[in-house]
């Protein structure tokens, strides 16, 4: 045994407040927050558009920050249809819901969207994430989630302790971006769990890649959403379980 030092991430209390209220305390890391605000307020339906918030305030509360979120008059009504009280751990991102109906809500379907991938798209869309995580690379601690366009490869990515709170990271960071979830893959480090379909349907993402297994739920809503989901994603090699028909599987070159 010898001393030595590790890097580790951050994790600490985020409230998100809705005109001065609070509606969600989420354990993350203290990053990026702003995109965290604006993915988790559409993946929670309270808004559709990033428009739809006016401004973003940070405020430090002891240990925890709280994200102070002002909407525009609209997008109350939305707020006051899905509002609920959660404290969510790391590790769960249904945490704090009231009813099995809203744990298995229905999203919108993007099964019209036309996107049409390559097998070498898939395969550099979760390798280029991996390159893209920063923090990971330092802590081997957090999850990633990437946005990846064909023909212009990965435009973002996001990390956290908490796979939810990643994916929600980039939804923000491809909104506020101006870009469309139409106009590529979400890429993710996890195994993918009913809510990381559903955030990517909210999105509007046709294609969703991850490095591990779908449970059966999510293959499931992937289904009846029209995502094609990839995953197994290892080196050159994955698995397509709903939707094939978006990825071209031509020869895969070989990625670095």
Request: glycine share 10%; net charge neutral.
């Given at each position: 045994m010898r001393d030595g030092e590790r890097m580790v991430p951050e994790e600490i209390p985020v409230a998100f407040s809705y005109g001065f209220s609070t509606h969600a305390v989420m354990m993350a890391t203290p990053a990026d927050l702003e995109d965290f605000?604006?993915?988790?307020?559409?993946?929670?339906?309270?808004?559709s558009t990033a428009a739809e918030i006016k401004d973003i305030q940070i405020e430090v509360h002891g240990e925890g920050l709280d994200v102070q979120i002002q909407l525009v008059d609209d997008a109350s009504d939305a707020l006051r249809v899905r509002r609920?009280?959660?404290?969510?751990?790391?590790?769960?991102?249904?945490?704090?819901?009231?009813?099995?109906?809203?744990?298995?809500?229905?999203?919108?379907?993007?099964?019209?969207?036309?996107?049409?991938?390559?097998?070498?798209?898939?395969?550099?869309?979760?390798?280029?994430?991996?390159?893209?995580?920063?923090?990971?690379?330092?802590?081997?601690a957090v999850h990633g989630a990437g946005f990846y366009i064909p023909g212009e490869g990965l435009i973002a990515a996001r990390e956290d302790v908490?796979?939810?709170?990643a994916?929600?990271?980039?939804?923000?960071?491809?909104?506020?971006?101006?870009?469309?979830?139409?106009e590529g893959i979400v890429a993710v480090t996890s195994r993918v769990s009913?809510?990381?379909?559903?955030?990517?349907?909210?999105?509007?993402?046709?294609?969703?890649?991850?490095?591990?297994?779908?449970?059966?739920?999510?293959?499931?809503?992937?289904?009846?959403?029209?995502?094609?989901?990839a995953a197994v994603v290892r080196g050159n090699d994955f698995e397509i379980f709903t939707h094939p028909q978006r990825i071209r599987l031509e020869a895969i070159s070989d990625v670095a």
């Open positions: 605000a604006v993915g988790f307020s559409l993946t929670e339906e309270i808004i609920r009280h959660m404290a969510g751990p790391v590790g769960c991102g249904l945490c704090g819901i009231e009813s099995i109906e809203q744990a298995l809500r229905t999203v919108k379907s993007v099964e019209q969207i036309q996107l049409a991938v390559c097998a070498d798209d898939i395969v550099n869309s979760v390798a280029g994430l991996s390159s893209a995580q920063a923090l990971n690379s330092q802590t081997h908490g796979r939810h709170n994916l929600d990271k980039l939804v923000g960071a491809v909104l506020r971006g101006g870009r469309a979830g139409a009913v809510e990381m379909v559903q955030k990517a349907a909210l999105l509007g993402s046709p294609v969703l890649a991850a490095v591990s297994a779908p449970t059966a739920l999510a293959i499931r809503t992937a289904q009846a959403a029209g995502i094609t989901l």
